[in-house]
Protein backbone atom coordinates (compact mmCIF):
# COMPACT_ATOMS: atom_id res chain seq x y z
CA UNK A 1 0.00 0.00 0.00
CA UNK A 2 1.37 3.16 -0.94
CA UNK A 3 1.76 6.06 1.42
CA UNK A 4 -1.26 8.72 0.16
CA UNK A 5 -3.41 5.27 0.42
CA UNK A 6 -2.10 4.38 3.94
CA UNK A 7 -3.16 8.15 5.06
CA UNK A 8 -6.73 8.24 3.65
CA UNK A 9 -6.99 4.24 5.17
CA UNK A 10 -5.92 5.54 8.72
CA UNK A 11 -8.62 9.07 8.26
CA UNK A 12 -11.61 6.45 7.11
CA UNK A 13 -10.50 4.13 10.62
CA UNK A 14 -10.90 7.36 12.44
CA UNK A 15 -13.23 9.61 10.67
CA UNK A 16 -12.24 13.18 11.92
CA UNK A 17 -14.81 16.62 11.35
CA UNK A 18 -13.08 18.49 8.93
CA UNK A 19 -13.98 21.92 8.41
CA UNK A 20 -13.71 23.84 4.47
CA UNK A 21 -14.09 27.15 5.10
CA UNK A 22 -13.67 27.82 1.39
CA UNK A 23 -17.45 25.68 0.80
CA UNK A 24 -18.45 27.13 -2.66
CA UNK A 25 -15.06 26.82 -4.17
CA UNK A 26 -14.84 24.63 -7.15
CA UNK A 27 -12.19 22.38 -6.25
CA UNK A 28 -13.04 22.29 -2.41
CA UNK A 29 -16.26 20.77 -3.49
CA UNK A 30 -15.45 18.49 -6.12
CA UNK A 31 -12.57 17.07 -3.65
CA UNK A 32 -15.50 17.36 -0.86
CA UNK A 33 -17.63 15.03 -2.63
CA UNK A 34 -15.32 12.18 -3.30
CA UNK A 35 -13.93 12.27 0.51
CA UNK A 36 -17.53 12.07 1.39
CA UNK A 37 -18.09 9.46 -1.24
CA UNK A 38 -15.27 7.91 0.17
CA UNK A 39 -15.86 8.08 4.07
CA UNK A 40 -12.65 9.64 5.00
CA UNK A 41 -13.81 12.70 7.39
CA UNK A 42 -16.91 14.18 8.66
CA UNK A 43 -16.83 17.56 6.47
CA UNK A 44 -18.16 20.65 7.49
CA UNK A 45 -18.93 23.28 4.59
CA UNK A 46 -18.97 27.07 5.45
CA UNK A 47 -20.64 29.13 2.90
CA UNK A 48 -24.51 29.97 1.81
CA UNK A 49 -26.33 26.90 1.94
CA UNK A 50 -28.29 27.52 -1.18
CA UNK A 51 -24.85 28.86 -3.27
CA UNK A 52 -23.14 25.15 -2.42
CA UNK A 53 -26.23 23.60 -3.18
CA UNK A 54 -26.43 24.95 -6.72
CA UNK A 55 -23.10 24.53 -7.32
CA UNK A 56 -23.12 20.57 -6.63
CA UNK A 57 -26.15 20.17 -8.46
CA UNK A 58 -24.73 22.61 -11.49
CA UNK A 59 -21.33 19.71 -11.32
CA UNK A 60 -23.13 17.26 -10.60
CA UNK A 61 -21.80 16.49 -6.71
CA UNK A 62 -24.05 14.01 -5.40
CA UNK A 63 -22.62 13.14 -2.10
CA UNK A 64 -22.58 16.55 -1.05
CA UNK A 65 -25.87 16.35 1.07
CA UNK A 66 -23.50 13.89 3.35
CA UNK A 67 -21.73 17.41 4.42
CA UNK A 68 -22.79 19.72 7.09
CA UNK A 69 -23.18 23.41 5.95
CA UNK A 70 -22.92 26.16 7.99
CA UNK A 71 -23.82 29.88 6.78
CA UNK A 72 -21.47 31.61 9.49
CA UNK A 73 -23.64 34.59 8.74
CA UNK A 74 -26.48 33.10 10.06
CA UNK A 75 -25.51 30.47 12.55
CA UNK A 76 -26.82 29.82 15.73
CA UNK A 77 -23.87 29.51 17.15
CA UNK A 78 -22.63 33.10 16.03
CA UNK A 79 -22.93 34.26 19.27
CA UNK A 80 -21.64 31.49 21.14
CA UNK A 81 -18.85 32.12 19.25
CA UNK A 82 -18.31 36.09 18.70
CA UNK A 83 -18.38 36.27 22.75
CA UNK A 84 -15.52 33.03 22.73
CA UNK A 85 -13.45 35.04 20.25
CA UNK A 86 -13.96 37.98 22.26
CA UNK A 87 -12.77 36.41 25.44
CA UNK A 88 -9.66 35.63 23.77
CA UNK A 89 -8.80 38.91 21.93
CA UNK A 90 -10.29 41.24 24.43
CA UNK A 91 -6.81 41.74 26.01
CA UNK A 92 -5.32 42.47 22.25
CA UNK A 93 -7.79 45.42 22.20
CA UNK A 94 -10.78 43.72 20.64
CA UNK A 95 -14.29 44.46 21.27
CA UNK A 96 -17.57 42.66 21.06
CA UNK A 97 -18.25 44.56 17.97
CA UNK A 98 -15.35 43.39 16.11
CA UNK A 99 -15.93 39.75 17.67
CA UNK A 100 -19.29 39.80 16.08
CA UNK A 101 -18.13 41.01 12.95
CA UNK A 102 -14.91 39.04 12.23
CA UNK A 103 -17.49 35.74 13.41
CA UNK A 104 -18.54 36.09 9.52
CA UNK A 105 -15.55 35.42 8.41
CA UNK A 106 -15.58 31.62 7.18
CA UNK A 107 -11.63 31.02 8.41
CA UNK A 108 -12.27 32.47 11.85
CA UNK A 109 -15.75 30.55 12.47
CA UNK A 110 -14.28 27.62 11.55
CA UNK A 111 -11.38 27.80 14.03
CA UNK A 112 -13.64 28.45 16.69
CA UNK A 113 -15.35 25.64 15.54
CA UNK A 114 -12.42 24.15 16.61
CA UNK A 115 -11.44 25.37 19.87
CA UNK A 116 -15.14 25.31 21.10
CA UNK A 117 -14.69 21.48 20.60
CA UNK A 118 -17.19 21.36 17.25
CA UNK A 119 -14.67 20.41 15.03
CA UNK A 120 -11.25 18.64 14.48
CA UNK A 121 -9.38 20.59 11.94
CA UNK A 122 -9.30 22.98 9.00
CA UNK A 123 -8.30 23.40 5.89
CA UNK A 124 -8.34 26.47 3.61
CA UNK A 125 -5.88 28.33 0.96
CA UNK A 126 -7.53 27.62 -2.60
CA UNK A 127 -8.70 31.18 -2.09
CA UNK A 128 -6.79 32.83 0.47
CA UNK A 129 -3.07 33.89 1.20
CA UNK A 130 -1.34 31.85 3.38
CA UNK A 131 -1.83 34.78 5.95
CA UNK A 132 -5.47 35.18 5.99
CA UNK A 133 -5.66 31.53 6.86
CA UNK A 134 -2.83 31.76 9.91
CA UNK A 135 -3.95 34.48 11.28
CA UNK A 136 -7.40 33.25 12.70
CA UNK A 137 -5.49 29.93 13.52
CA UNK A 138 -2.80 31.83 15.62
CA UNK A 139 -4.88 33.89 17.50
CA UNK A 140 -8.05 31.33 17.78
CA UNK A 141 -6.17 27.92 18.28
CA UNK A 142 -2.74 29.47 19.35
CA UNK A 143 0.04 26.94 19.18
CA UNK A 144 1.16 23.67 21.02
CA UNK A 145 1.90 23.40 24.82
CA UNK A 146 5.65 24.21 24.46
CA UNK A 147 5.83 25.47 21.23
CA UNK A 148 6.13 29.54 19.82
CA UNK A 149 7.11 28.73 16.25
CA UNK A 150 4.89 27.69 13.05
CA UNK A 151 6.44 25.73 10.67
CA UNK A 152 5.54 23.55 7.70
CA UNK A 153 6.71 19.92 6.43
CA UNK A 154 6.45 18.66 2.99
CA UNK A 155 6.18 14.92 2.79
CA UNK A 156 8.75 13.87 -0.29
CA UNK A 157 7.98 10.56 -1.65
CA UNK A 158 10.94 10.07 -3.70
CA UNK A 159 11.88 7.02 -6.62
CA UNK A 160 15.15 6.03 -4.21
CA UNK A 161 13.97 3.48 -2.00
CA UNK A 162 17.34 2.94 -0.26
CA UNK A 163 16.70 6.33 1.56
CA UNK A 164 14.70 7.31 4.12
CA UNK A 165 11.32 4.80 4.89
CA UNK A 166 11.96 3.28 1.03
CA UNK A 167 12.58 6.55 -0.37
CA UNK A 168 9.95 8.53 2.47
CA UNK A 169 11.51 11.69 3.51
CA UNK A 170 9.86 14.53 5.54
CA UNK A 171 11.77 17.75 5.22
CA UNK A 172 11.37 20.93 7.39
CA UNK A 173 10.88 23.94 7.93
CA UNK A 174 9.44 24.43 4.00
CA UNK A 175 7.18 27.23 4.31
CA UNK A 176 6.76 29.43 7.46
CA UNK A 177 9.43 31.02 9.13
CA UNK A 178 12.13 32.59 6.95
CA UNK A 179 15.35 32.46 9.17
CA UNK A 180 14.84 30.56 12.66
CA UNK A 181 17.24 31.06 15.27
CA UNK A 182 18.70 27.88 17.13
CA UNK A 183 15.60 27.46 19.79
CA UNK A 184 12.79 27.86 16.88
CA UNK A 185 15.33 25.93 14.66
CA UNK A 186 14.89 23.35 17.72
CA UNK A 187 10.79 23.27 17.52
CA UNK A 188 10.84 22.96 13.96
CA UNK A 189 13.36 19.68 14.11
CA UNK A 190 10.56 18.71 17.22
CA UNK A 191 7.37 19.54 15.23
CA UNK A 192 8.93 17.79 11.92
CA UNK A 193 9.44 14.61 13.62
CA UNK A 194 5.67 14.64 14.93
CA UNK A 195 4.60 15.04 11.57
CA UNK A 196 6.54 12.46 10.16
CA UNK A 197 5.32 9.94 12.72
CA UNK A 198 1.56 11.27 12.19
CA UNK A 199 1.23 11.69 8.94
CA UNK A 200 3.93 9.22 7.41
CA UNK A 201 4.02 6.67 10.23
CA UNK A 202 7.21 7.17 10.23
CA UNK A 203 9.47 6.50 13.41
CA UNK A 204 11.60 9.65 12.98
CA UNK A 205 15.37 9.45 13.05
CA UNK A 206 16.12 13.36 12.61
CA UNK A 207 19.33 14.87 10.90
CA UNK A 208 19.76 18.33 11.66
CA UNK A 209 21.54 19.57 8.07
CA UNK A 210 24.27 21.70 7.42
CA UNK A 211 27.13 22.00 5.10
CA UNK A 212 29.17 20.64 7.91
CA UNK A 213 29.77 17.40 9.66
CA UNK A 214 30.49 17.54 13.18
CA UNK A 215 32.73 19.88 13.27
CA UNK A 216 34.50 19.73 9.43
CA UNK A 217 33.40 23.46 8.74
CA UNK A 218 33.43 26.53 11.49
CA UNK A 219 30.96 29.01 10.78
CA UNK A 220 28.13 30.96 12.88
CA UNK A 221 25.37 29.07 11.33
CA UNK A 222 26.72 26.10 12.07
CA UNK A 223 27.02 26.99 15.79
CA UNK A 224 23.16 27.35 15.31
CA UNK A 225 22.94 23.86 14.34
CA UNK A 226 24.53 22.11 16.75
CA UNK A 227 22.82 24.22 19.77
CA UNK A 228 19.21 23.34 17.70
CA UNK A 229 20.19 20.13 18.20
CA UNK A 230 21.01 20.37 21.91
CA UNK A 231 18.07 22.38 22.92
CA UNK A 232 15.86 19.90 20.38
CA UNK A 233 17.26 16.59 22.73
CA UNK A 234 16.10 18.71 25.82
CA UNK A 235 13.15 19.26 24.30
CA UNK A 236 12.33 15.71 23.36
CA UNK A 237 14.42 13.54 25.57
CA UNK A 238 13.24 10.50 23.75
CA UNK A 239 13.77 11.86 19.84
CA UNK A 240 16.38 9.87 17.66
CA UNK A 241 18.43 13.05 16.38
CA UNK A 242 22.11 14.04 15.48
CA UNK A 243 23.31 17.28 13.87
CA UNK A 244 25.12 19.05 12.51
CA UNK A 245 25.02 16.66 9.70
CA UNK A 246 25.87 17.07 5.64
CA UNK A 247 22.76 16.24 3.40
CA UNK A 248 25.41 12.88 2.33
CA UNK A 249 26.47 11.35 5.54
CA UNK A 250 22.87 12.03 6.71
CA UNK A 251 21.13 9.93 4.20
CA UNK A 252 24.38 7.38 2.90
CA UNK A 253 25.45 4.72 5.08
CA UNK A 254 28.99 4.59 4.21
CA UNK A 255 29.12 8.62 3.62
CA UNK A 256 27.89 8.52 7.54
CA UNK A 257 29.80 6.06 8.26
CA UNK A 258 33.16 8.10 7.83
CA UNK A 259 31.72 11.55 8.60
CA UNK A 260 30.23 10.74 11.73
CA UNK A 261 31.11 7.50 13.38
CA UNK A 262 29.27 6.12 15.70
CA UNK A 263 26.39 8.22 15.08
CA UNK A 264 22.93 6.09 15.24
CA UNK A 265 21.30 8.31 12.41
CA UNK A 266 23.82 9.08 9.68
CA UNK A 267 23.44 7.35 7.10
CA UNK A 268 20.08 6.19 8.24
CA UNK A 269 18.00 9.91 8.89
CA UNK A 270 14.18 10.13 7.25
CA UNK A 271 13.26 13.54 8.65
CA UNK A 272 15.62 16.28 7.30
CA UNK A 273 15.60 19.41 9.44
CA UNK A 274 17.07 22.61 7.12
CA UNK A 275 19.01 25.65 8.71
CA UNK A 276 16.60 28.21 7.29
CA UNK A 277 13.14 28.41 5.13
CA UNK A 278 15.49 29.23 1.83
CA UNK A 279 17.20 26.15 1.79
CA UNK A 280 13.92 24.10 2.76
CA UNK A 281 12.22 25.94 -0.30
CA UNK A 282 15.27 25.25 -2.71
CA UNK A 283 15.90 22.08 -1.68
CA UNK A 284 12.14 20.42 -1.66
CA UNK A 285 11.73 21.70 -5.29
CA UNK A 286 15.26 20.75 -7.02
CA UNK A 287 14.22 17.31 -5.42
CA UNK A 288 10.44 17.83 -6.59
CA UNK A 289 12.18 18.47 -10.05
CA UNK A 290 15.15 17.52 -10.97
CA UNK A 291 14.34 13.55 -8.75
CA UNK A 292 10.87 13.33 -10.21
CA UNK A 293 9.95 13.33 -6.49
CA UNK A 294 6.05 13.73 -5.36
CA UNK A 295 6.05 16.57 -2.71
CA UNK A 296 3.10 16.75 -0.50
CA UNK A 297 2.22 19.55 1.55
CA UNK A 298 3.52 21.69 3.07
CA UNK A 299 1.61 20.26 6.32
CA UNK A 300 1.45 22.91 9.06
CA UNK A 301 3.38 22.12 12.42
CA UNK A 302 3.33 23.63 15.74
CA UNK A 303 -0.70 25.40 15.93
CA UNK A 304 -2.72 23.03 19.28
CA UNK A 305 -4.58 21.41 16.54
CA UNK A 306 -4.31 21.10 12.60
CA UNK A 307 -5.29 24.36 10.05
CA UNK A 308 -3.23 23.41 6.64
CA UNK A 309 -2.87 25.87 3.68
CA UNK A 310 -3.57 24.76 0.02
CA UNK A 311 -1.68 26.22 -2.38
CA UNK A 312 -3.89 28.85 -4.65
CA UNK A 313 -2.96 26.70 -7.61
CA UNK A 314 -3.73 23.48 -5.97
CA UNK A 315 -5.81 20.85 -7.68
CA UNK A 316 -8.87 18.55 -6.62
CA UNK A 317 -6.23 15.95 -5.39
CA UNK A 318 -4.32 17.75 -3.56
CA UNK A 319 -7.75 19.13 -1.74
CA UNK A 320 -8.55 15.87 -1.13
CA UNK A 321 -5.09 14.15 -0.20
CA UNK A 322 -4.53 17.19 2.00
CA UNK A 323 -8.03 16.49 3.91
CA UNK A 324 -6.71 12.90 4.61
CA UNK A 325 -3.36 14.73 6.42
CA UNK A 326 -5.46 17.01 8.16
CA UNK A 327 -7.69 14.37 9.69
CA UNK A 328 -4.46 12.20 10.71
CA UNK A 329 -2.83 15.49 12.34
CA UNK A 330 -6.25 15.60 14.49
CA UNK A 331 -6.29 11.72 15.00
CA UNK A 332 -2.57 12.38 16.52
CA UNK A 333 -3.27 15.80 18.30
CA UNK A 334 -5.89 14.33 20.42
CA UNK A 335 -3.48 11.14 21.35
CA UNK A 336 -0.88 13.76 22.72
CA UNK A 337 -3.25 15.41 25.14
Known amino acids: MDLIKEIVSRAQANKQRIVLPEGTEERTLKAANQILTDEVADLILLGNPSEIEEAAKKWGLGNISKATIIDPATSPKKEEYAQLLFELRKKKGMTIEEAHQKVQDPLFYGCL ?7 DGQLAGARN ?13 KTAPGITCVSGAMLLLTKAPNYGKNGILVMGDVAVTPVPDAGQLAQIAVCTARTAK ?14 STKGSAKHEVVDKVVEATKLAREMAPGLSIDGELQADAAL ?14 AGHANVLVVPNLEVGNISYKLVQRLGHAEAIGPILQGIARPVNDLSRGCSIEDVYTMVAVTANQ ?3 AKEQK
Do not use: H, W
Not at 113 to 119: H, S
Not at 129 to 141: E, F, K, Y
Not at 198 to 211: E, T
Open 113 to 119: MIKAGDA
Open 252 to 265: VPSVGESKAPGSEI
Open 198 to 211: AVAGIDPKVAMLSF
Open 129 to 141: TTGNVLRPALQII
Open 330 to 332: AIA
